[in-house]
């Protein structure tokens, strides 16, 4: 249970995903609980679980501690509440829950709201689901679209989302070339095995291709028979945002074309098994490890092959299907990237730790399984870590997006874990004080050394352990002299001492702009939120260049953020380059991504800008264009280690 030790634990606490603070005062200041309690209650447990702390108020910015009069009136209507269906679907409180702690002769509430099962899911309020479901974005609550919920409540009723009997469908849409693979497979990995003898479709039914229903006597093809063995036209029809795609690229610019794709085409049949087969070999052709000796033989399967076809079969069995977003493997010379629509059935930090699986596709998983590919349920995860610790490269990073679409992402970086470079770096700065932090406080000061800064998301993907513990690391850290903050609440940051990357606050204040230097800077996250640019500072006494772009000393590049401030014949240019998307309504993506590149290409823009200039609102070019173009390294932020900044600027890598 999170408790609030002394003031300064207070402060160094800010409002995240899963931590929310409200006052619950009520109008005579004695207490009430906040109407926006439930809310944020359905929001975290259609999440990833969280603390609300009650008796908390902020002022400029800052937390303080408020205090609860009769914190038993709180306690009653909180459990009253909880417990009645008319406001809420399902209590998932218990008196351990809610804990009532005193500081500073003030009495405040901690409640713990647990992630809801997936049986449980959606938590609504007021009796109605596709109204009142919430789901928890960045510190806030937003209410979910009915595709979510619809989505929510098919996840509650099917356990295996591949074990339904499809209608209409036949063994003729089977792809028998496929399926014969399958069994020469398993004829490899089990030659004893008795299904060998079975003719093709009653091994088909074997492996779980086809059923019968028990209880209705419905028998048929099952989803996962289409998926993994099913031609093109089958599996258009069983799931129409099916699709899967393997690039490979020479280097991390993902503008430039890859050197070898493969996706669904015509020319061959685009089924699961066949994708596993043919991505499996490339991703592992020339892979740089070293070789493993057993009984004084070299073992050309090493544990870093093993994570990689571990990593992949991940990637397909828990893919959600009905999602919008495709099944995509990047291979890269300093990477590997694997991504599934649907978010995880249990949090990335308990599919971490292992023991506990919970897979949507556990028909496709057993067939992989029957083949020698994929672990058992609840030890996947953690051999794909095992195998990256073995390679003596860089922690695996796991993690989950819900925009502009629900995915879920796995990113293994063939860098080494700590490079000699920083390793020196670090040992010249602490000395003996870095070899006395324990394993998770080293790792973060690492990744601050490697990437030049970290945030509390990014530490959160470095281990298994709970976001609270994360966020009072941090500050321990500052407090010890390793790292320096930046920024405040969800843009903070933090970076080595004597390393601070720029800041949007520094850019934008008269007295640190001056004439421009080289400074590069390059950077990638993964979210941007919906806030115009917005500046304080007087325009007046921001240096600009002859054609009225901000220009500073600590950006390698000058930063447009207002149009106005443009001289006319620059604007004009800039309007010229952007008239084919403003006067067009309908636009072919490709074409709007290309006309982004040319007004970014030398120089920074605020969202803000392109919005004026493409005609499009601001919150669509962010989550559309800008967001993506980021996360494929097309783009790079003024500020990186504030992706979120409502000053931030955007330029051609």
């Not at 091994?203 to 289409?226: H, M, N, P, V, Y």
Request: aromatic share 8%; charged share 25%.
């Amino acid at each position: 249970m999170l408790q609030i030790n002394n003031v300064d634990d207070l402060t160094d606490l800010a409002e995240s995903a899963e931590l929310e603070f409200k006052l619950a005062h009520g109008q005579d200041g004695k207490g009430k609980l906040p109407d926006d309690f439930w809310p944020t209650y359905s929001a975290m447990a259609n999440s990833r679980g969280g603390y609300i702390v009650l008796g908390i108020k902020e002022k400029s910015g800052r937390f303080e501690l408020a205090g609860i009069s009769n914190i038993d009136v709180v306690k009653r209507q909180l459990f009253d509440i909880a417990n009645n269906k008319q406001k809420v679907s399902v209590n998932l409180l218990t008196e351990q829950s809610v804990q009532q702690y005193q500081l500073e002769d003030k009495q405040y509430l901690v409640v713990h709201i647990p992630s809801a099962k997936r049986e449980q899911k959606p938590v609504y309020l007021n009796n109605q689901p596709m109204k009142e479901t919430f789901i928890r974005l960045h510190d806030g609550d937003r209410r979910c679209d009915d595709e979510q919920v619809r989505r929510m409540l098919a996840e509650q009723i099917e356990t295996s989302r591949d074990d339904r009997i499809l209608d209409g469908f036949t063994f003729s849409d089977i792809e028998i070339d496929s399926l014969k693979a399958y069994k020469n497979l398993l004829a490899a990995a089990k030659p004893q095995h008795p299904w060998l003898d079975l003719e093709l479709f009653e091994f088909f039914k074997s492996i779980g291709g086809w059923r019968k229903d028990r209880q209705s006597a419905k028998e048929g093809i099952t989803l996962a028979g289409i998926l993994m063995f099913g031609s093109w036209e089958a599996i258009q029809d069983a799931a129409p945002n099916y699709f899967v795609d393997y690039r490979e690229r020479t280097d991390s610019d993902v503008e430039a074309r890859w050197i070898d794709r493969f996706c669904p085409d015509g020319t061959w049949s685009g089924n699961v098994f066949d994708f596993y087969r043919r991505t499996y070999r490339k991703l592992i052709a020339d892979l740089k490890v070293p070789f493993e000796l057993q009984g004084g033989l070299r073992l050309d399967d090493t544990k870093a092959h093993e994570a990689i076809r571990e990593a992949l079969v991940n990637t397909l069995v828990h893919a959600d299907y009905s999602g919008r977003a495709s099944i995509l493997v990047v291979k890269r010379p300093d990477m590997f990237g694997f991504r599934n629509p649907g978010l995880m059935r249990i949090s990335p930090e308990q599919a971490i730790k292992g023991g506990e699986s919970d897979c949507r596709n556990r028909r496709m998983h057993q067939m992989f399984l029957l083949i020698g590919a994929g672990e058992r349920a609840g030890s996947g995860i953690p051999k794909i870590y095992s195998g990256w610790r073995w390679a003596n490269w860089r922690t695996p990073k796991l993690y989950e997006k819900t925009e502009p679409n629900e995915q879920t992402l796995l990113e293994l970086s063939t860098a080494s874990l700590i490079p000699q470079e920083i390793m020196d770096l670090l040992t010249l700065m602490f000395g003996k004080d870095f070899g006395q932090l324990n394993e998770f406080e080293r790792m973060i000061v690492v990744t601050a050394a490697v990437e030049g800064w970290i945030n509390h998301e990014r530490a959160c993907q470095l281990t298994s352990k709970h976001s609270r513990d994360v966020t009072l690391a941090l500050p321990k850290l500052v407090d010890k002299g390793f790292l320096v903050p930046s920024g405040e609440k969800r843009h903070k940051s933090y970076s080595l001492p004597g390393m601070n990357p720029v800041s949007p606050e520094e850019v934008f204040s008269s007295n640190a702009l001056s004439s421009m230097k080289n400074l590069a800077h390059s950077g990638a996250d993964l979210t941007h939120l919906a806030t115009d640019l917005t500046h304080k500072v007087n325009p007046s006494q921001i240096q600009r260049d002859n054609n009225g772009r901000v220009i500073s000393h600590l950006l390698a590049k000058p930063f447009i953020d207002d149009l106005q401030q443009l001289s006319a014949a620059f604007r004009v240019q800039l309007e010229e380059v952007a008239a084919p998307v403003r006067q067009t309504r309908r636009v072919n993506s490709d074409d709007l991504r290309q006309c982004i590149r040319k007004l970014c290409d030398g120089q920074y823009l605020a969202v803000s800008v392109l919005e004026q200039l493409l005609d499009r609102k601001a919150q669509s070019i962010r989550q559309n264009y800008l967001k993506p173009m980021v996360d494929e390294k097309v783009l790079e932020l003024a500020f990186p280690d504030k992706p979120n900044s409502p000053k931030q600027g955007y330029s051609l890598v």
